[in-house]
């Protein structure tokens, strides 16, 4: 059963700094792999989506990098901004060979806080 | 729609009482997700419809839960004779099926409240 965690659980910075959130899944068997961004009271929004084949993908001040093998992901925030504040959430998918129409797992999430 | 919406986004029920909660997804999108979120928690699977296939039920909590997808449009979860363990977020989402089309997209989810 694949599981994702997501380390640490709750991260609090000054604005401007450079932060990487860590996630690990623990089977490599995956189809892809996407960060969200939770705000509270919200739904999600996607940010990123690597595909298995990838090593990483960019989009403005974010990085996300995946390395299947050893079973990590990693999302990097450049230079912070408290409009940065959120949950950030990975999920793994999983291939549709598995026999699961479960597609997307998700780990609990980090709580950024980027303080002014 | 833009985007996919959920109805309610607030809901306060009594327990015993039976609540729906409606799912609009992005059109022409095949597949559709229901996820819980329960308080502090991680996102849990709750139900998956492709199309006309069988819908995926396995992660249904009990059989006070139901979903069904009509017309492989909106879909409605039911929960029946609430707890208040059933107090959560519910979030609905779709993707659109096809090659290169992986992305999920999430609505802002139907809040409940089982007092």
């Known amino acids: 059963k694949q599981e994702v965690t997501q380390i640490p659980a709750a991260l609090s910075v000054p604005e401007g700094e450079n932060l990487v959130l860590n996630c690990s899944f623990t089977?490599?068997?995956?189809?892809?792999l996407q960060w969200f961004r939770q705000d509270p009271g919200k739904g999600l929004t996607s940010l990123l989506l690597?595909?298995?084949?990838?090593r990483e993908q960019t989009s403005g001040r974010l990085n996300a990098s995946l390395d299947k093998s050893s079973g990590r992901s990693t999302l990097y925030i450049a230079a912070s901004q408290p409009g940065d504040s959120a949950t950030y959430l990975c999920a793994v998918g999983i291939p549709f060979s598995s026999g699961s129409a479960r597609q997307l797992t998700f780990g609990s999430g980090t709580q950024l806080t980027v303080l002014p | 729609g833009a985007g996919v919406s959920q109805s309610p986004s607030n809901k306060v029920t009594e327990k015993g009482k039976d609540v729906e909660l409606r799912c609009d997804p992005i059109?022409?999108?095949?597949?559709l997700y229901w996820y819980r979120q329960s308080l502090g928690q991680g996102l849990e699977f709750l139900i998956y419809f492709q199309g006309n296939s069988a819908p995926d039920k396995s992660g249904l909590p009990s059989d006070r839960f139901s979903a069904e997808r009509t017309g492989g449009s909106v879909s409605t979860l039911t929960i029946q004779r609430t707890q208040q363990e059933d107090s959560a977020v519910y979030l609905c989402?779709?993707?659109?099926?096809?090659?290169?089309?992986?992305?999920?997209?999430f609505g802002e989810g139907s809040w409940l409240t089982v007092v």
């Open positions: 059109s022409g999108h095949t597949a």
């Open positions: 690597i595909q298995s084949s990838q």
């Open positions: 989402a779709s993707r659109k099926q096809g090659q290169g089309a992986n992305t999920i997209y």
């Open positions: 089977d490599s068997a995956i189809y892809n």
